[in-house]
């Protein structure tokens, strides 16, 4: 079948401009590792005046990706904990983060970074978010 320009089997066709973009990224799956990580002037959460220190360093899961490596698992990881310490350094987190989707995608998440002690109770857990951001 073929249609000729003014005329086509639905009736009457203009002959106009189409202009358009196109943008493509790929996706990808990225695994993102973290090394040199310290904390300064952590709250003293046990009773000796020190506290047991570990990272958990997540970025929200992606639902409509939930069979997906970096779609919803491997979306968390946890660092070794450091014991009796108000001054942690961890020189490597273990294992990669994953995460699968474009560059951009990447860009545009936010990595929440949580500093939790080892030993702590629920009380000092739920008091924990307002001493995030200050301290690492």
Do not use: C
């Not at 952590?42 to 997540?58: C, H, I, K, N, Q």
């Amino acid at each position: 079948m073929s249609l000729v320009p003014g005329r086509g089997r639905l009736g009457n066709i203009g002959v106009g401009t189409l202009a358009f973009n196109i943008f493509f990224e790929e996706v990808y799956d990225f695994e993102l590792e973290f090394v040199e990580w310290q904390g300064r002037d952590l709250y003293a959460a046990d009773e000796g005046g020190t506290s047991d220190p570990y990272l958990v360093l997540s970025i929200k899961a992606d639902w409509f990706k939930l069979f997906q490596k970096g779609g919803v698992s491997g979306r968390r990881i946890t660092s070794d904990t450091e014991y009796m310490t108000l001054f942690p350094k961890w020189p490597e987190i273990p294992g990669p983060l994953h995460y699968n989707g474009t560059w951009s995608q990447l860009q545009s998440e936010i990595l929440v970074v949580q500093a939790r002690s080892y030993q702590s109770t629920a009380r000092e857990r739920a008091n924990e978010g307002h001493r995030r951001s200050g301290f690492i």
